[in-house]
């Protein structure tokens, strides 16, 4: 939960801020919450003061463009979905339309009765010790709602992150919570709150950061994410991942205010998100200061421009994927002679050959930056005669293919991230239980939608953009004004400078945070019992059970085995692998012990492509 929140009613406004520290008022008095009044700051902020509007919110508009956008996302309200809440007026709003989309605006009546299929997550990031009763109230709200809550606890089990990171840390262990309620209730989609002003922090973040065109087209409309974690909770065991759709991105910050009044919902503000600490509110309070009509659907313009850019990128990847790759049990051989590199663009082929790597590697940041550069003049070499280790992986000409294609496979010398979870048990009845055929149906309905906007390369702006070029060409192209191009430079330049002027020693510490990988110990902490599996290098399934055929040939001298297999005294000793009378394998090092049958099945956790995304 959000560090000292400020409740904000539906009835009561304050017209101007002031610093009078006051105790914040709850929807249900029954409900106290322990925690010093200090933390609160009480400013009940709302955009240009909707309440003074004569004219009652016409909430009809908004839920006509809500079922718009689900049926986008392939949809329908029989489907099981899962809410990320956080309190705010953003998520509310969520709750409140997702809500009516799903009782098509029918009532639950007075019986308590939960809306069906729907699931609201707060996640307590346990960071301060009230964030549990804020938690808790949040909660009481949705519950008021009809919609289920369930409250998720995050466990900082390598201790609080540092200031600097904290929002990135909590992120991360807030999607973690997520997509393990999500695995639990066998729910495969969340619904989350970004709207359209996100978007455009996110923009002019990313242009100070030097992104190009792929970050600038910002947040996915609707993407699969897939955990660093297997579940096998509720008999299901499988790395399907979660759909995460983001609904309300044509809506504004001003419509979320509107919404939660229409519905007559209470919300919380956030005093800490006016702290400057943090990049995202810098960046909001200078769009505060610039941000006329003009301004905003003349950025917002710029941004669709990227998204489009973005989405052709993804139409020819998706396509090279399906024509010039072919992969085998852990590794991938490219035929050059079909990806022709010297007819695909240069955003498209180093994209193309980023999501290859991130797939061999299971690595889950991009190739970017010098080594993107490196691996697409590796790529238009043709034929093929070097080899090269990059990212995680090496490539080399493939054996007999005369340099016409290559092999990309898993580095020997390639570590796993600190944070990954090398093994994570399972049986191995349950990792044979699909994800319900619900997700993969709701995918196909999404992309048909999708297969319907089919871009061409003129359709596009940006392929050829850099990210300094961006903003100029749009202004060439008549996407911004001077005023507006001016505006967003002025905004890129401050928060530019603000992040240049880090010590070479707090940017040292910034990417080993972000990037670094270091290697792990690849043994089970825990035994694994027989007839279960384990994800081995985040790519491979591991199996093993008794040999009940084993012939007395079978043995080497490495082995003593006693043969009597329906013994509970049954024992092997071997130098690779010890079981005891418990059936208890030690390690996946069986080697060649004959008592052991041990299968490897390559189930990588994340698929080639990275699965479903649409930035339609």
């Known amino acids: 939960m959000a560090r000292g929140v400020t409740r904000a009613t539906t009835s009561t406004f304050l017209a101007t801020s002031f610093l009078k520290i006051t105790p914040p008022i709850w929807k249900n008095p029954s409900v106290s919450l322990s925690v010093p009044w200090t933390q609160f700051l009480c400013k009940c902020s709302l955009a240009h003061h909707h309440h003074q509007h004569q004219h009652p919110i016409d909430m009809s508009k908004y839920k006509e463009a809500f079922s718009m956008q689900m049926a986008m996302a392939g949809l329908k309200p029989h489907h099981r979905i899962a809410l990320g809440v956080s309190g705010g007026p953003d998520s509310m709003a969520l709750c409140v339309l997702t809500a009516g989309w799903k009782t098509n605006g ?20 346990g960071l301060r010790s009230e964030s549990k009763d804020e938690a808790n109230i949040v909660c009481n709200w949705v519950s008021q709602m009809g919609i289920r809550c369930e409250i998720a606890h995050c466990d900082w089990s390598d201790g609080r992150p540092k200031q600097g990171h904290l929002q990135e840390a909590a992120r991360e262990m807030r999607y973690q919570a997520f997509q393990k309620v999500c695995a639990q209730h066998q729910i495969g989609v969340l619904l989350i709150a970004h709207h359209a002003d996100d978007q455009a922090e996110l923009f002019i973040l990313r242009l100070s950061r030097n992104s190009g065109v792929i970050g600038l087209a910002g947040m996915p409309f609707i993407s699969q994410v897939f955990s660093t974690h297997t579940y096998s909770l509720g008999g299901v065991s499988n790395n399907h991942g979660v759909l995460l759709v983001r609904p309300l991105m044509n809506f504004s910050k001003q419509d979320m205010y509107k919404i939660c009044l229409g519905g007559n919902q209470d919300w919380v503000e956030d005093p800490t998100n006016k702290s400057l600490l943090f990049a995202r509110n810098r960046i909001r309070m200078s769009l505060r200061d610039v941000s006329s009509s003009i301004f905003k659907s003349e950025l917002q313009a710029v941004i669709s421009a990227c998204r489009r850019t973005r989405s052709f990128i993804d139409q020819v990847c998706c396509k090279l994927i399906n024509q010039a790759i072919v992969v085998k049990d852990g590794y991938a051989i490219i035929d050059l002679e079909i990806l022709s590199p010297s007819k695909v663009e240069d955003i498209c082929l180093s994209k193309f050959v980023s999501l290859v790597l991130q797939f061999i ?116 192209l008549g996407i911004l004004s001077e005023s507006t191009y001016r505006n967003i430079l002025l905004l890129q330049r401050e928060e530019t400078k603000r992040f240049k002027s880090k010590t070479e020693t707090e940017l040292s510490s910034d990417l080993e945070s972000k990037h670094g990988f270091q290697s792990v110990n690849m043994l089970r902490s825990e035994p694994l019992q027989p007839g279960h599996a384990c994800y081995f290098m985040s790519r491979f399934f591991i199996t093993w059970k008794l040999n009940e055929e084993i012939g007395s040939s079978a043995f080497s001298e490495e082995a003593n085995c006693d043969l009597n297999l329906g013994l509970e005294n049954w024992q092997c000793h071997c130098r690779s692998c010890v079981v005891g009378h418990d059936m208890v394998a030690e390690s996946v090092g069986f080697k060649h012990c004959p008592c052991l049958v041990v299968s490897a099945e390559f189930k990588p956790r994340v698929p080639l492509g990275g699965g479903h995304s649409s930035f339609i």
Do not use: W
């Open 361 to 476: 590697s299971q690595r889950y940041r991009p190739v970017r930056g010098s080594t993107s550069k490196l691996l697409l003049d590796y790529i238009r070499t043709f034929p093929c005669k070097n080899s090269l280790t990059v990212a995680g992986c090496y490539l080399c000409p493939a054996p007999g293919s005369k340099g016409t294609k290559t092999l990309v496979c898993c580095s020997v010398d390639c570590p796993l991230p600190s944070k990954m979870e090398p093994f994570h048990a399972c049986t191995f009845g349950e990792q044979q239980h699909h994800i319900p055929s619900e997700l993969e149906q709701i995918i196909v309905d999404a992309k048909s939608y999708s297969d319907h906007l089919v871009l061409d390369e003129s359709d596009v702006h940006f392929l050829n953009a850099t990210s300094e070029s961006v903003l100029t060409e749009a202004k060439r």
């Open 106 to 125: 029918i009532s639950n009546g007075e019986s308590g009765d939960f809306v069906d299929g729907l699931l609201a997550i707060v996640v307590d990031h």
